[in-house]
């Protein structure tokens, strides 16, 4: 079951902030920059010749990141649960966007999948099936960031190095790549496919 009502969570923030950072519940548009960034240095720089699902998309901030920093993919499709996001994102982006729950549905194949904050009020159950399923719709690899410690929250999921670790291992993963350096209690991780 949900940390929290997860169309709740997202709807009182966009009433709140309108279409911006904060409206999808992102601390400020800056570190919502900085995570975009790191995701950026672990997709490959021929970005241009793969294709990326965007898990948990919400407005498409990913895509237009990406256009602003000329690092485009070959197709991109963003996947939201909420239909605010998915219009939204619709609008904004002018790609594909599939309005799904990636938790259960069946998901569209991508070259990447890329999921930035949508799994912090997800709990430990739901983190492994939203993961699951995001590896096993993407054809080389799944990058994710989520908070990262051993904190208990009523809100938020955070979970360990040890943990990712023990749920790479049970999905198959042959590589794993951390990266911590960036933001105190976040991380961001790929999951490879191939040992590349």
């Given amino acids: 079951m949900s940390r929290v009502d997860n169309e709740k969570f997202y709807s009182t923030a966009i009433d709140?902030?309108?279409?911006?950072?904060?409206?999808?519940?992102w601390h400020s548009k800056e570190s919502q920059k900085i995570r975009f960034d790191?995701?950026?240095k672990m997709l490959p720089n021929?970005?241009?010749k793969y294709?990326?699902?965007?898990?948990?998309?919400?407005f498409g901030d990913l895509y237009i990141?990406?256009?602003?920093?000329k690092k485009a993919p070959k197709e991109y499709i963003g996947i939201?649960?909420?239909?605010?996001m998915y219009s939204i994102a619709s609008n904004r982006t002018g790609c594909k966007i599939v309005l799904a729950d990636i938790c259960k549905d069946t998901l569209p194949m991508s070259d990447y999948y890329i999921c930035s904050g949508a799994m912090n009020v997800l709990d430990?159950?739901?983190?492994?099936?939203?993961?699951r399923n995001c590896?096993?719709?993407c054809n080389v690899g799944f990058i994710f960031n989520i908070l990262h410690g051993e904190q208990e929250s009523e809100t938020y999921n955070y979970l360990t190095t040890a943990q990712i670790e023990k749920i790479a291992a049970d999905l198959g993963v042959k590589k794993v790549i951390f990266k911590d350096d960036y933001m105190q209690g976040d991380i961001t991780v790929l999951f490879l496919k191939e040992t590349i």
């Fill in 65 to 69: 990141y990406m256009l602003k920093k």
């Fill in 46 to 48: 021929n970005i241009n």
């Fill in 51 to 58: 294709s990326i699902a965007d898990a948990g998309c919400g």
């Fill in 80 to 84: 939201d649960s909420l239909i605010d």
């Fill in 38 to 40: 790191i995701i950026l």
């Fill in 135 to 137: 590896f096993t719709s």
């Fill in 16 to 25: 709140k902030y309108g279409i911006t950072a904060k409206g999808v519940n």
């Fill in 124 to 131: 430990s159950f739901e983190t492994h099936l939203f993961m």
